[in-house]
């Protein structure tokens, strides 16, 4: 059974970075064989994916509302999934949560397809 374990959220202003951290640990199959991902959810929104990766191909995707800000990594040595956030915006105000699924993904699956979800992390962007 995967356990995901969040960290990182906090409180920035507007333009600050954060760097959010995923401990995934109890693997069932090959870790290459998961979809890592980030999801968000502020309040009265659905929670939304906001990065996916995909350590058999190297795949990274991300939404259009973050591209080009935010970025998906992962330590294999650490077990651990990151989201480095830069140029932060209050629009990017939610929990942020990390997910896991053993299936193949260049895309965002959607979200009732992970069956493995960390607790969030809150991050707040204040103007």
């Known amino acids: 059974q995967v356990q995901l374990v969040e960290s990182g959220g906090g409180s920035v202003q507007a333009g600050g970075s954060l760097r959010l951290s995923c401990a995934a640990f109890g693997y069932t199959y090959s870790i290459g064989r998961y979809c890592m991902a980030w999801f968000r959810q502020a309040p009265g929104k659905e929670r939304e994916g906001v990065a996916v990766?995909?350590?058999?191909?190297?795949?990274?995707r991300y939404s259009n509302s973050v591209i080009d800000r935010f970025t998906i990594s992962r330590d294999d040595a650490k077990n651990t999934l990151y989201l480095q956030m830069n140029s932060l915006k209050p629009e990017d105000t939610a929990m942020y949560y990390c997910?896991?699924?053993?299936?193949?993904?260049?895309?965002?699956?959607?979200?009732?397809?992970?069956?493995?979800w960390g607790q969030g992390t809150q991050v707040t962007v204040s103007s």
């Open positions: 990766f995909y350590r058999g191909t190297g795949t990274t």
């Open positions: 997910a896991a699924e053993p299936r193949y993904c260049d895309t965002f699956p959607p979200r009732q397809s992970f069956n493995h």
